[in-house]
């Protein structure tokens, strides 16, 4: 079945047509105020100009020839030409119906599949991992499920930080002030010391830069013993890494990080100077974007003018590999805002390079402490996301412990962890993307109010109201036929759920959805208060159980998109 909104918009093309508007493609939208309908559009409005009518007039016209009567009440016109569509109960019953057997709850799979890589997550190697790398995680990875789920064919690449100047510095460390069982129990934050006490030496002494340099250019040379040091490095960084990745429940297809592709540099750029794309600026290898005014000041860096090569290079030649590889329709590189400059110059020299594809920075802002500033430790540091994801799981199972203390201890244990994860990637995912937002364990692991926790308990309950069935759990569900006004408001949620999943990629929102799945529980509660449910009979519990079978199967879904679980108790 298509969606509310398809049916409707083909309805009124029909009717636009009609007006000799064919070629309009018109607005359909769920309706801002619910009390004037379900949906609504603006087109008559949108008509009124170029047509020179009044839009009222405009919207009468499309009323009157708009045939929607076998799925809507007659459409209402109000205000200054909003036609309003409010949808018949029973369509209301025969559209959540649907969705009970239907695994997809509605939602169409995308018309034209597209192949898209995905670069999330990316920390770096033997370098303090940010907050940043946990908002592009968390982001990036609910983007790649729903890209999934919509039908299009998606490569997750973690495009870790696995070369550059930092192993110079880590190198140097290793050799001189290594501690093995520091290293065995805590290997990132030893590498970071590392790193971290090699730079304030080398801050000091200038032989110690030099050192590092030497060691650098060891490395790169393919020295074996300092290729040794550094695939340890990268080993036990990963370890750790995979531990995170595990807990957050995040997969990724590749792990090409910028090692990879290191072979491909000197070629790239040398490809690109005889093309003219690049050009030698003071000893320097550069791409010069003199007749892009937002660029034309800022050239693009590709090889140094000692002969290194940058960031900038690496992605250049990933983005060749990707090309060649799976010949993507799409790049989404999920990184933090900071790096816009650095993504424009990217695209604008993949541009000239004849690549095709679309490339997107899905940019992101930052994550504020409690005092509105950058999020650090009480030492000023980074927070390690090991700590945080920790810390969610603990103060998690404190509550569940509290709430619930009859659950055996390993059902405490999962749902401690669907609980604090959950509100972690939740205070992430109800965000605008580029919102900085407050990190607050209080309100992130809330009951009340836009939270995971509020969610999967609204799933629980209706998971509890199954449980108290004395006949079983499916049996005695549906037919849906929504009567009362709580009723028909759940409904009314439920079917919106197929036009709410595909708006998320059109802009990267994945709060788009945790908004309308806050909505769905609140219209939940709603019902619940309302109607009761095992104390009504006949069809009308029937169709009561069939409403709250749905509404769990959306919420665990709609969670599921956001990569959060729903336990069935908490
Ligand atoms: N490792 C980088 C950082 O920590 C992020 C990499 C993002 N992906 C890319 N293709 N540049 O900032």
């Given amino acids: 079945m298509e969606t509310p909104v398809a049916a409707l918009r083909a309805r009124l093309a029909a009717a636009l047509g009609a007006i000799g508007e064919g070629d309009c493609a018109p607005q ?3 309706a801002a105020d619910r009390r004037f309908g379900d ?16 839009p009222r007039k405009i919207a009468a016209d499309l ?5 929607v009567a076998d799925f809507c009440e007659p459409p209402e016109i109000a205000g200054a030409g909003f036609i309003n569509f409010r949808l018949t109960p029973a369509h209301l019953g025969e559209r959540v119906n649907a969705m009970a057997v239907d695994p997809r709850l509605g939602v169409p ?3 034209a599949p597209r192949t898209i890589v995905v670069d999330f997550s990316a920390p770096n190697v033997a370098k303090p991992m940010h907050v940043g790398h946990i908002r592009s995680t968390i982001l990036g990875d609910t983007l790649a499920r729903v890209a999934r789920f919509l039908g299009h064919r998606v490569t997750g690449d973690n495009h870790i930080g696995d070369w550059g100047t930092q192993f110079g510095k880590v190198i140097y460390g290793w050799k001189h002030f290594l501690d093995r069982a520091a290293l065995e129990s805590e290997p990132v934050t030893e590498l970071v010391r590392l790193y971290r006490e090699t730079n304030a030496l080398g801050d000091r002494d200038s032989a110690v830069s030099d ?17 040794a040091i550094w695939e340890q490095c990268v080993a036990l960084s990963w370890g750790e890494f995979e531990k995170m990745y595990t807990l957050l429940d995040v ?23 005889a093309s003219g794309l690049a050009e030698i600026s003071e000893g320097a290898a550069c791409v010069f974007f003199r007749d892009n005014p937002a660029l034309a000041d800022k050239p693009c860096l590709i090889r140094k003018s000692d002969g290194g090569y940058l960031y900038a290079t690496t992605d250049l030649a990933t983005l060749e590999y990707r090309e060649e590889r799976w010949n993507p329709d799409a790049v989404w590189y999920v990184t933090g805002a900071p790096q816009a400059l650095h993504f424009q110059q990217i695209f604008e020299t993949a541009r000239r390079m004849g690549i095709a594809a679309d490339l997107r920075h899905v940019a992101f802002g930052s994550i504020l402490g409690e005092d509105r500033r950058l999020m650090k430790t009480r030492s000023g540091d980074n927070v390690q996301l090991a700590d945080l994801l920790g810390e969610a799981v603990v103060r998690a199972a404190a509550i569940v412990s509290e709430k619930s203390p009859g659950l055996p201890d390993a059902e405490r244990a999962a749902i401690a962890r669907a609980v604090g994860i959950g509100a972690v990637k939740y205070a992430e995912l109800s ?19 836009n939270t995971a926790p509020y969610l999967q308990n609204a799933h629980v309950r209706i998971r509890s109201i199954f449980r108290k069935l004395p006949e079983g759990d499916a049996a005695l569900r549906g037919p849906v036929h929504p009567v009362e006004p709580a009723e028909m408001e759940l409904a009314r949620r439920l079917v919106l759920y197929g036009d709410t999943v595909p708006l998320i990629l059109e802009d990267f929102r994945p709060n788009l959805l945790a908004a309308y799945l806050y909505e769905l529980a609140d219209a939940f509660h709603g019902f619940y208060e309302a109607c009761p449910v095992l104390k009504s009979d006949g069809d009308t519990r ?29």
């Fill in 211 to 227: 050192e590092c340099r030497r060691e650098l250019v060891l490395l790169q040379a393919g020295d074996p013993a300092n290729l």
């Fill in 251 to 273: 997969a990724f297809d590749e792990r090409l990080g910028e090692s990879f592709y290191n072979d491909r540099l000197a070629p790239l750029v040398e490809r690109l100077l």
């Fill in 28 to 30: 359909i939208a769920p």
């Fill in 39 to 54: 949906y609504q559009t603006n087109v008559a409005m949108v008509l009124a100009k170029p047509r020179r009518e009044n």
């Fill in 109 to 111: 799979a995308a018309a």
């Fill in 431 to 449: 965000q605008h993307r580029m919102t900085d937002y407050v990190f607050s364990w209080e309100k992130m692991l809330s009951f009340q109010g």
């Fill in 542 to 570: 029937a169709s009561r159980l069939g409403l709250c079978g749905v509404t769990a199967a959306v919420l665990r879904h709609g969670l599921g998109l956001l990569g959060i679980g729903a336990p069935d108790r908490m």
């Fill in 63 to 67: 009323v009157a020839r708009m045939e």
